[in-house]
């Protein structure tokens, strides 16, 4: 049974950072990924990274700020966001794919539960 879970999300103050981690069990995957939801918005990628790591691919949005990386040991992705702005307030998602990295939502087979980060100004 594939299971992701997310960890890490928070409250915090502009200009802080934070780290989000997924576990990911019960298969290997081609690609994982971070996508987030704010309200009333439509699900947007955030950053994705292969299956042997190294450089990921980031939304424009946060490129420079956040940062994707993958313990292969252990099988989890994290997110680490630093300048954290209150446009990035959104639940976030991780996500795995079988077959390929992309940068949509569609490219991805499963999801966690989501994890809440909200950033005051």
């Known amino acids: 049974q594939v299971q992701l879970v997310e960890s890490g999300g928070g409250l915090v103050q502009a200009g802080n950072s934070l780290r989000l981690s997924c576990a990911a069990s019960g298969r290997t995957f081609v690609a994982l990924a971070w996508f987030r939801q704010a309200p009333g918005k439509e699900r947007e990628f955030v950053a994705s990274?292969?299956?042997?790591?190294?450089?990921?691919y980031y939304a424009d949005n946060v490129k420079g700020r956040f940062t994707i990386s993958r313990d292969m040991a252990k099988n989890t992705v994290y997110l680490q966001m630093s300048s954290l702005i209150p446009e990035d307030t959104a639940v976030y998602y991780c996500a795995a794919a079988k077959l390929r990295v992309g940068f949509h939502y569609n490219d991805y087979n499963y999801w966690g539960q989501g994890t809440q980060v909200t950033v005051s100004s």
């Open positions: 990274i292969g299956a042997l790591g190294g450089n990921g």
